[in-house]
């Protein structure tokens, strides 16, 4: 079993729609959550992280953990054009100093 | 400067030939990770820092491969024989602390070795 799992899609939206991406995880003493953005043939940047059980937004972005079901998501509200990308979830137990990436999911927004 | 730097952004090889990529982190960022990415792939762990120790080696794929980092900040990563399925993005993060902490990427190094 992988450590973080992502569905690769892709994903299609219209824009102006709402998308949903998530992330499953394997490790329950995982503590610390990040969703990073990966345009084509870029590095990844963070969008948002995520610590506690719940709803966390910045923007158009919300994050949404559930530890007890160990899932993780992301909703880009009023989705754009240039939200095409690849959405990569990344898991760190805080034990340890390594973080698990899953293989992203790729988004395309629908002009 | 501002982010994290790699340099070169490519590298063109020949199959055998060593080649050494370098990692300029954050300034004041003490965790530095390489990362490993193949064409449509996810991350690959390969080594983390904290200051100049690499307490985690776990990730890297043969004794082929090295990193080292010096003075707390540049780190190489040495990649001796290499072999075609060594081509890929090999990307650098830093990240101000240690557990939990968001980490942020350099541009990559696009390697090919043919």
């Known amino acids: 079993q992988k450590e973080v799992e992502q569905n690769s899609g892709p994903l299609s939206v219209p824009e102006g729609a709402i998308a949903s991406l998530n992330c499953t995880y394997s490790?329950?003493?995982?503590?610390?959550f990040f969703w990073y953005r990966q345009y084509s043939g870029k590095s990844p940047e963070l969008i948002m992280s995520i610590y506690s059980n719940g709803d966390k937004e910045d923007g158009r972005f919300t994050a949404q953990l559930n530890k007890a079901s160990q899932y993780v998501s992301l909703l880009i509200r009023d989705s754009q054009p240039s939200d095409s990308a690849t959405y990569l979830c990344a898991v760190n137990r805080n034990t340890g100093n390594q973080f698990y990436f899953g293989t992203g999911t790729s988004l395309t927004v629908i002009p | 400067g501002a982010g994290v730097s790699q340099s070169p952004s490519n590298k063109v090889t020949e199959k055998g030939k060593d080649v050494e990529l370098r990692c300029d982190p954050i300034?004041?960022?003490?965790?530095l990770y390489w990362y490993r990415q193949s064409l449509g792939q996810g991350l690959e762990f390969l080594i983390y820092f904290q200051g100049n120790s690499a307490p985690d080696k776990s990730g890297l794929p043969s004794d082929r491969f090295s990193a080292e980092r010096t003075g707390g900040s540049v780190s190489t990563l040495t990649i001796q024989r290499t072999q075609q399925e060594d081509s890929a993005v090999y990307l650098c993060?830093?990240?101000?602390?240690?557990?939990?902490?968001?980490?942020?990427f350099g541009p990559g190094t696009r390697l090919t070795v043919l």
């Open positions: 490790d329950r003493v995982s503590q610390s």
């Open positions: 993060a830093s990240s101000f602390g240690t557990s939990g902490i968001e980490q942020f």
């Open positions: 300034s004041g960022h003490t965790a």
